[in-house]
């Protein structure tokens, strides 16, 4: 099994940045694809974010172009989601995932196999 362990969420206020990680453990594959979601009160799961272990392509979405930049330190088994220009509806609970192979930058969540507890950002006007 794997395991998906974020950190860095908080409070900050509009225009303001955060660093998200994620650390993963436990069971190893050859290829992978890592992906960042996020979810609001009220709201279903949505696609933010997604990288192959190689670190060699990146898929966002729109709403967070030019702001929000996934990583990846394939040595380290870390992801990062560092969030700039942050806006109050980016307020939500942010979830690392994984996909147990590589085959595209997938944005739906039924594509995933593994999932963190996720970690909470909250944006202040």
């Known amino acids: 099994q794997v395991q998906l362990v974020e950190s860095g969420g908080g409070l900050v206020q509009a225009g303001g940045s955060l660093r998200l990680s994620c650390a993963a453990s436990?069971?190893?594959?050859?290829?992978?694809?890592m992906g960042w979601f996020r979810q609001a009160p009220g709201k279903e799961r949505e696609f933010v974010a997604s990288t192959p272990w190689s670190g060699s392509g990146t898929r966002y979405i729109d709403s967070v172009k030019g702001r929000f930049t996934i990583a990846i330190d394939n040595a380290k088994k870390m992801l990062y989601l560092q969030m700039n220009s942050l806006k109050p509806e980016d307020t939500a609970v942010y979830y690392c995932a994984m996909r147990s192979y590589y085959s595209g930058l997938y944005a739906a969540s039924s594509e995933y196999d593994y999932w963190g507890q996720g970690t909470q950002v909250t944006v202040s006007s």
């Open positions: 436990g069971r190893t594959f050859r290829t992978y694809t």
